[in-house]
């Protein structure tokens, strides 16, 4: 079987040297599988629809087409930390909740951490909502809730694919962008951020890989054995994004205040509840993170507040 794995290192890359060990555990369940390497995100997806691979594997946004449920992972603001991660991809990688990852024609059948996605400011002051307004921010086409969200602080959003949006902030086009630690030096962010700018210490998302295959393809079994093997594989991805994290220099990092936290959490919110509204976040997905964000900590104002998500 034939997948289509993005990544944009394509076959240098860290997310196709993980697939060649999920293909090593394929083996086991069955299925020998052909990786295809694509550095672009958008014909992977393409390819994948026209039944050119029968297996794909990219980011939780480009996912939410074939799954609005596990495609509302990477939901602004829903998930603060890597243990919040772990805890909802344990949740809905459990045989019990299977029938969630199936939809049509298509299964999700492995959820990767993908990195907190920080913002790369080509200005330090750039550091409260407030501070937002009008500024250029580079966002994915294919994502309205992106679109959705820098409207809504009064942003300018600024149209771009993954292969250039850090194309864009490294020659001035953009004020900010978005992503992993991995981008720093894969993408050669440091250019971007001289002379006066730096990287917000406070993440967006939590971005997430999945693979999605076409059922009928596949043996019966096959998607719980391998949502099984990706949730074993968590805690060494989440390792390895923390090692790229510790590269971006301390003197990058901009830490804001507590207060502003607060506003960005409260914005954040606002945004997913019109999102969900709008029938672009799944309501059952954003019910189980909220859930989940109140059990490790109960203080926060959205637990009490009277317009849940």
């Known amino acids: ?28 369940w069955g299925v020998e599988l052909e990786l295809k390497p694509y550095t672009s995100e958008r014909v ?10 029968d297996a794909v594997s990219f980011t939780g946004i480009r996912a939410r087409q074939f799954n609005a449920f596990t495609g509302s992972l990477d939901a602004i603001g829903a998930m603060p930390s ?3 991660l772990k805890s909802v991809i344990t949740t809905i990688s459990a045989a019990k909740a299977a029938k969630l990852m199936i939809s049509d024609a298509y299964e999700i059948v492995g959820i990767f951490p993908g990195g907190a996605a920080f913002m ?4 330090r002051s ?35 694919s993954i292969a250039n949006m850090f194309s864009k902030f490294n020659n001035g086009s953009v004020d900010i962008t978005y992503g992993p630690a991995i981008v720093y030096e894969a993408m050669e962010l440091y250019k971007g951020l001289e002379p006066n700018g730096g990287v917000i210490n406070f993440p967006l998302v939590q971005l997430t890989m999945q693979m999605v295959i076409r059922r009928a393809e596949f043996p019966e079994g096959y998607g719980q054995k391998s949502r ?8 060494t991805g989440v390792e390895l994004i923390k090692r790229y994290e510790s590269k971006i220099p301390k003197k ?3 830490d804001i205040p507590d207060a502003d936290k607060s506003n960005y959490l409260e914005v954040f919110r606002q945004s997913r509840i019109r999102l969900r509204d709008k029938g672009i976040y799944n309501a059952k997905m954003l019910k189980l993170m909220r859930m989940l964000r ?14 849940k998500e």
């Open 120 to 123: 790369f400011v080509n200005d």
């Open 228 to 235: 099984d093997f990706a949730l074993e594989q968590f805690d």
């Open 82 to 84: 890597y243990q919040h």
């Open 126 to 160: 750039i550091d409260t909502v407030g501070e937002l307004a009008g500024k250029r921010i580079a966002i994915l086409d294919s994502d309205p809730a992106q679109v959705e969200m820098v409207s809504f602080v009064g942003a300018s959003p600024v149209g771009t």
């Open 294 to 307: 109140c059990k490790k900590d109960p203080q926060q104002a959205e637990c009490t507040s009277a317009d």
């Open 252 to 254: 990058q990092w901009i």
């Open 1 to 28: 079987k034939k997948i289509c794995v993005f990544d944009l290192l394509g076959a240098n890359g860290q997310v196709f040297s993980q697939m060649k060990d999920y293909k090593t555990a394929a083996l086991v």
């Open 44 to 53: 992977a997806a393409e390819d994948f629809k026209a039944g050119l691979c």
